[in-house]
């Protein structure tokens, strides 16, 4: 009673402490629901006799069944991030599956049990088949988290490994011996009290309950490790063996409490980053000729520096490179700008002034001497900067013996005295993480250029459109004085202004970066947008004619790029003819093509100005033009898979033909087509 007691009450303190200082969420939610059910469960137990025996063992498996599928759901959550495809979306509800088989199975002796200690054979194997999946399920959540992430679940993963493993121990006991012992079974109540701080930890750790995994140690570190462990435990048992044959009932629980506690001491103790950094030290000092193993630690450098699977930015991991050879747990990374000075770009786990500002020509930056030395905080000798306080090292960044930036390090998790192998060792590695900075710096300017000239493109583009409704209007307002009087010429003058504010509206919106595309490529019969074409620049005064000589051309494109391709040819067209001429707008098929003529009779081109300047962006014959439009034009035919032809000759006339491939109705796109 009073064992069960002190784990409801420690419970209950977690909740609250919980509740009172935030609001969980997500998993935090699940981690209050399941102590709650803890605390229900141990309330129950502690109030026995006066409680049903039954109903205790009913909530003991909600309880079980609670812790395993949080912690189900936590690894989900923790895979799916970082091994895709390996398959834990279906643990919780497996899971979910073994805590309802173990909840029906208590439900079935709900009015049964005679007693506390009154489980029958079912029911034990089902409390050890829970145990076994618990343990099996804490040992993968601590084996599968990300980079630099497993300090936030370590205390989870003591608390809970325990206690299944105490509940395995007990029920395994009872399937031997025929029969639960009373005084295990009183002893859960104190693994409860002693794995209460454990869990307060974890929630002060994971505010967002965003955990991931991340572990990696010589073969050397675990042997010591694990041989530390042994000597220790051997201790633990042999003091608790006499403090078990002192007299009194107490005796028993006594040894329970002394042996569970050192064996959670043990597992605190050795999660420690403090002590784990004292003892690899301690190793490479006195075990090995050199402090570094220099294959393996450029190896984790170059897995920090290119992997990004927790999503940090490159300049956390840059700092995280050069933390780890000296265990510091982070620190601030300055980068070069545009005026020469430096200034703070990603501070990671350390406390500095994120507007400082280092001049390039100022006595702090000189101190590294051209990046061939690394400044030391702790060297009275040393500059110290306002905004130094609390920092241990700075390292060089090195490219090209020009210094791009440096990264200024936290104290060490463990005290720590650095000799010259540190120094070069630091320094080699900041090169490296100069270079991996620079390169993204290149990348980064790349992209701006290419998204710069895709911008150029695009405008080019639309001002040679605005251009041909420029045409268009200029044509309107030339033949107004000519045909004016007409009541058909007004019609079109009309129609054909209406249609050129809907283009200027058009064009101007397609220069937003952000805007989606107003449709895409797919099956079409270009006469349509023949005819669409023809129809908007038909007038009086310069008649365009359309002839179709098929009505069986299908094409893949995107609609619209045919209308701009053919806007562009006859507009040039009107502009080649005489009043009057009429413009012809011809489509045909010709074995696996289709072809749209658009034919006039203008004073032509000769072969080496279609050769050598029409299609040349940017060369123009004409006063007001830009060079762009048949660049255009051929350029979004090929884009369809197709290209542009000239047919001219000086005095003749122009043929300029627009060859695209023919497809099947009824069949998908070729896949270069469709890629295109």
């Known amino acids: 009673m009073v064992c069960y007691g002190l784990g409801a009450a420690g419970f209950l303190t977690l909740i609250a402490l919980t509740l009172i200082n935030r609001s969980p969420r997500g998993i935090g939610i699940g981690v209050v629901i399941t102590c709650v059910v803890t605390a229900i469960w141990a ?163 994971n505010p967002g309950w965003d955990i991931d995994i991340h572990v990696s140690r010589r073969v050397v570190f675990h042997g010591a490790t694990l041989s530390g462990a042994g000597i220790f435990l051997l201790i633990a048992a042999g003091v608790a063996s006499l403090i078990g044959r002192l007299p009194g009932e107490w005796a028993g629980i006594s040894e329970i409490g002394f042996l569970c506690g050192s064996i959670i001491l043990l597992l605190v103790v050795l999660s420690t980053e403090s002590f784990r950094s004292r003892l690899r030290r301690l190793i490479a000092e006195n075990f090995f000729s050199t402090r570094y193993d220099y294959r393996a630690e450029w190896l984790r450098t170059v897995a920090t520096l290119s992997s990004s699977e927790a999503g940090e930015p490159l300049g956390a991991r840059a700092i995280r490179a050069v933390a780890d050879v000296v265990d510091s747990p982070g620190g601030a990374l300055w980068l070069e700008d545009s005026s020469g000075d430096y200034r703070i770009v990603q501070i990671l786990a350390a406390t500095i002034d994120s507007d400082a500002v280092e001049t390039g020509s100022g006595i702090f930056v000189g101190g590294f001497r051209g990046g061939d030395w690394v400044q030391t905080f702790s060297d009275a000798a040393a500059p110290r900067p306002a905004w130094a306080a609390g920092c241990w090292l700075a390292v060089p960044l090195i490219r090209v013996d020009r210094l791009i930036g440096f990264v200024v390090l936290a104290p060490p998790r463990a005290p720590a005295a650095l000799n010259w192998e540190s120094f070069d060792l630091l320094l080699a590695i900041g090169q490296q993480v100069a270079a991996y900075l620079e390169e993204e710096r290149a990348i980064r300017t790349l992209l701006e250029s290419e998204a710069l000239i895709e911008y150029s493109r695009k405008f080019s583009f639309v001002i040679h459109d605005i251009k041909n409704v420029s045409g268009q209007l200029g044509l309107m307002v030339a033949n107004m004085t000519r045909f004016g009087e007409r009541a058909e010429f007004r019609a079109d003058m009309v129609r054909g202004m209406e249609g050129c504010v809907e283009k200027l509206r058009n064009l101007t919106d397609r220069l937003r970066p952000d805007r989606l595309p107003v449709d895409g490529a797919k099956n079409m019969d270009p006469a349509t947008v023949v005819l669409e074409v023809v129809r908007e620049l038909d007038s009086s005064a310069h008649p365009v004619r359309a002839r179709i000589d098929t009505n069986d051309s299908c094409v893949y494109m995107v609609p619209s790029d045919l209308h701009a391709i053919l806007t562009h040819l006859v507009t040039n067209a009107l502009e080649a003819s005489e009043g009057g001429d009429e413009v012809l707008v011809g489509l045909k098929c010709e074995r696996e093509k289709v072809t749209v003529d658009v034919i006039d009779k203008g004073k032509g081109m000769s072969p080496e100005f279609v050769r050598n300047s029409l299609f040349i962006p940017m060369r123009s014959t004409k006063e007001l033009g830009h060079g762009i439009g048949a660049y255009q034009a051929r350029h979004l035919a090929r884009a369809a898979g197709g290209d542009l032809e000239v047919i001219s000759a000086v005095g003749r006339g122009t043929i300029m033909r627009v060859v695209l491939p023919r497809i099947d109705r009824i069949q998908n796109p070729l896949p270069e087509l469709a890629a295109t």
């Open 43 to 205: 309330l129950l137990a502690a109030a026995e006799p006066w409680s049903p025996p039954g109903v205790t063992h009913a909530v003991e498996s909600i309880r079980s069944g609670a812790w395993l599928i949080l912690m189900a759901s936590i690894l989900a959550v923790t895979g799916k991030k970082d091994s895709p495809g390996a398959g834990w979306f279906g643990l919780p509800a497996a899971a979910i599956v073994i805590a309802l088989v173990s909840f029906g199975n208590d439900c079935r002796f709900l009015f049964s049990a005679t007693g506390p200690t009154t489980f029958f054979a079912s029911q034990v194997m089902d409390r050890v088949l829970v145990a076994v999946c618990g343990i099996l399920v804490v040992e993968n959540l601590y084996r599968n988290t990300s980079p630099g992430r497993r300090w936030n679940v370590k205390p989870l993963c003591i608390a809970v490994g325990a206690m299944f493993a105490y509940d395995l121990y007990v029920f395994c006991e009872a399937v031997i011996l025929k029969g639960v012992s009373p005084s295990l079974l009183a002893g859960r109540g104190i693994v409860l009290a002693l794995i209460t701080p454990l869990l307060i930890l974890s929630m002060a750790r």
